[in-house]
């Protein structure tokens, strides 16, 4: 286990509804980042906050949008959510923004979207 | 545009065989390659990366890795595979930009006994 926990670990929401999804980092580490995994599909990167600031955004609407606590830990927030937001949203923690630092996963939250 | 690549959608290998996943990379200036597996209904779990130096990295569980630059691969390797090793395998790349890790599409690797 790597003690990145998410939560909730299944989560089941309505087309146009609004969802939070929380992670805690591991001991240590000040960066989170997030992904979301479509069913037979890699990660793809959302963004990546750093020492509570967004490091790094990939190629997702503005209705996903993040926040980091000075904790460390993490939430993901979608608004307006459409059916092709089901999937697995996985976080995961690093020392640090740079990519000599492996990241380190939580289990995921299972979203499904009707 | 930066991108990792998995050629092969799924591996078979007997139990005892050695076993290889294949990576390609494509990417302007050096590369941090990563290799993770994952099990069903798990997140993802490291096993190595190449950051510099040696071109055979060893991770963990008897992982290897072999970074190829006139190839651009970073294919992965074991000896001697265990049906325990059956799992979903995702090779990765990072290329500094905002903290992003680019994923190939996985590859599920079956070990029969």
């Known amino acids: 286990e790597t003690g990145v926990t998410q939560s909730p670990t299944h989560l089941i929401k309505t087309r146009g509804q609004q969802v939070t999804l929380r992670c805690s980092s591991q001991?240590?580490?000040?960066?989170v980042s997030w992904y979301q995994q479509a069913l037979g599909q890699g990660p793809q990167f959302i963004f990546q906050?750093?020492?509570?600031?967004?490091?790094g955004r990939g190629n997702f609407p503005p209705r996903f949008s993040g926040l980091q606590f000075p904790n460390y830990s993490s939430e993901l927030n979608v608004n307006a959510l459409e059916l092709d937001d089901s999937a697995l949203y996985l976080c995961?923690?690093?020392?640090?923004?740079?990519?000599?630092?492996?990241?380190?996963f939580g289990p995921g939250t299972r979203l499904t979207v009707t | 545009a930066q991108s990792v690549a998995q050629p092969e959608d799924q591996v078979n290998v007997a139990e005892g065989n050695p076993l290889t996943v294949k990576c390609t990379y494509s990417?302007?200036?050096?590369?941090?390659l990563f290799w993770y597996v994952q099990y069903p209904n798990r997140g993802l779990q490291f096993l190595l990366k190449?950051?510099?130096?040696?071109?055979l990295v060893k991770g963990s569980y008897g992982f290897e890795a072999e970074f190829n630059k006139s190839q651009t691969s970073f294919h992965l390797k074991k000896p001697s595979a265990l049906v325990s090793d059956s799992a979903l395998y995702f090779c990765?790349?990072?290329?500094?930009?905002?903290?992003?890790?680019?994923f190939g599409q996985g590859t599920e690797l079956s070990v029969k006994p």
């Open positions: 906050y750093y020492r509570e600031e967004e490091n």
């Open positions: 190449y950051i510099t130096g040696d071109n």
């Open positions: 990765a790349g990072f290329y500094n930009q905002g903290g992003k890790l680019i």
């Open positions: 990417v302007s200036g050096n590369p941090y």
């Open positions: 995961a923690s690093s020392l640090g923004g740079q990519g000599s630092y492996e990241q380190y």
């Open positions: 001991s240590g580490h000040n960066t």
